[in-house]
């Protein structure tokens, strides 16, 4: 079983792999960009037998689970860095504060195709893929284990990506983590203040100067935030106030298909191709014992926060937590507008 | 002038570089470790003219500033990400906040000699390194316009080193990060719990359980800490409380360079001469206006964190806070000490 183990000084948990711990020669340093998937890739249509059962799937009408014919198909990560089965068994170790590594750790196979990135995989697909995240975390927010679902995409070998295949990943974790915790907190103060949601307020001073904004459609607006951590860094957020993701409206989902496909294929036109990360950002899960739901649903405002990893971060920014922004969000914004 | 800018929801700080905005074509993705640094190093003795004017050095006595015969030299960044001149214009920016990119960036180079990286310069190099951090402390905090002086060291390309020639950097910024009023904040609070000093605790806790533990002197235990973000990740901590890095003894000053080198040759033979950053994690700067530094020497501890940079970090991270070791703390700090 991994551990969850408490940061005492900044409150942060991290999870240690406790059954698969690793030796210092495991390591690959300077092997940059290595072939993670050499061999058949098992997340491609035909391979079904060669992952973990899957958990749900969109396929065609009739055929099994575990076998050819679908269009996106969820499974287990192959090493879960959260397991699913057990109670989470919280205990004090000496000054420090431990539980069991509980969760959940799921792989989205994006696309039966191997060589189909999001940016190529076409409309209907790019529904069939938020629709899938919409569709997890439902199912896992139904689990009173869990505090919250985050729902990421490491594309590219140094934004982490496992595979080459088009995947995304979804973890179901027992504690609201810390940084989401931040933001709700951030945006709770704002609130308290102003009494406005303070990510509505930032689409309307966007909207009004449009220096930052790079599309915007019946339903979305994507820009690039005022202080974002990286270049060319964008957000997608829903015009209409609401907190959580999977309260998403049919025809919302329609937009934000279409608006995640075109700003995935203006990325990889202006920047070459480059990794980048996404995180849905969305309210935490409705368990009875959170009681100040009402206020948090006033407060936060989903969005989609995409970062193409195109510098490094060093010294200064992890002693800091400063960003340095070679390139101004309000240039990065006009590039992808005109690209 | 570059610019500072606060993101409204994390209250995080961010350096837009306006004045060198870079182009999408500036970022060499997949140009993994390029030479950044070819032709003749402007670091190395014998080229000072090819530098800034240096800030201070410690030389060979009789020698002249900007000539060679110096064992340490510090100048001003070739690109600083914050400048000396000018007030800080503090300013509303639409419901955003802003003020100019004032502070300090200076280059610590570490030896006259190209090829000599810190585990290999020898004891009385150390002792001058860590003797050039706490003059260049002491020399900025006068600067009223400064909050903080963050020391910092960036080993290896990815690990977003500048040059392949020994230096660290130096930074003073007109307000406390975010990151290290997280850590005083964490600290306070355990304090004002507890009425003992976090990192006291931590240091009692790991002597008695041993198990994270990679080396102890007269003055100073290094250490694995519980829950770190990366594999291998170690605190050098002084044993007699104090907050300020500044206030160091003679003798401290010693024991510190002596572990400060043993350990990075650790790294260094145990993980094949890896990528690292250390940081220098020491007290804000002492000003009239902080009100509350009596409480604060007691609470706070001055350490350095050295992270070996052996992972990805991907959407995960980026988006939970949450870190991933695939290495427990305890065995890390196991083949340290049998290294």
């Known amino acids: 079983m991994h551990e969850l183990r408490k940061d005492p000084l900044l409150g942060r948990w991290v999870i240690v792999l406790k059954e698969e711990s690793l030796g210092p020669e495991s390591y690959s340093i300077g092997e940059e960009n290595p ?58 170790v000496g000054m420090y504060d431990a539980m069991d590594g509980i969760g959940a750790n799921e792989i989205v196979i994006e696309s039966p195709e191997h060589g189909k990135p999001p940016a190529d995989m076409g409309l209907a697909q790019m529904h069939r893929v938020v629709s899938t995240y919409k569709a997890r975390i439902f199912d896992l927010q139904k689990d009173p284990r869990f505090r919250y679902v985050i729902v990421f995409k490491n594309y590219g070998y140094s934004a982490g990506a496992l595979f080459s295949h088009p995947h995304s990943q979804v973890v179901a974790t027992p504690i609201i983590p810390k940084r989401v915790k931040e933001e709700l907190d951030g945006a709770k103060l704002y609130y308290n203040y102003k009494d406005r949601c303070i990510f509505c307020d930032m689409m309307r001073e966007e909207l009004k100067t449009a220096e930052r904004v ?24 829903p015009k209409k106030h609401s907190c959580a993701f999977e309260d998403i409206s049919d025809e919302e989902m329609e937009d934000l298909a279409m608006m995640f496909m075109t700003i995935l294929l203006k990325l990889r036109k202006l920047l070459n191709d480059p990794p980048y990360n996404y995180v849905l950002h969305t309210a935490p ?3 009875p014992r959170r009681n100040h739901w009402h206020t948090l649903g006033e407060d936060f405002h989903w969005h989609i926060e ?22 101004s969000p309000e240039d990065g914004a006009k590039y992808l507008r005109e690209v």
């Not at 890739?41 to 969109?58: M, S």
């Not at 790079?214 to 997608?236: D, Q, T």
């Not at 010294?315 to 800091?320: D, N, T």
Request: charged content about 20%; aromatic content about 12%.
């Open 35 to 92: 072939s993670p998937d050499e061999g058949p890739c098992p997340l491609c249509e035909g391979n079904e037998k060669n992952t973990p059962h899957e958990i749900t799937a969109i396929r065609e009408k009739g055929t099994e689970p575990d076998t050819p014919h679908w269009f996106t198909r969820v499974i287990p990560n192959f090493h879960p860095i959260l397991q699913i089965e057990g109670e989470l068994n919280r205990r004090g």
């Open 214 to 237: 790079v599309m915007e459609n019946r339903s979305f607006i994507a820009f690039s935030p005022y202080a974002p951590r990286f270049p060319f860094e964008l957000w997608i957020m």
């Open 285 to 287: 899960n409705r368990v």
């Open 306 to 327: 995409i970062m193409p990893r195109l510098v490094r971060t060093a010294g200064f920014e992890w002693g800091s937590g400063f960003y340095i922004l070679p390139t």
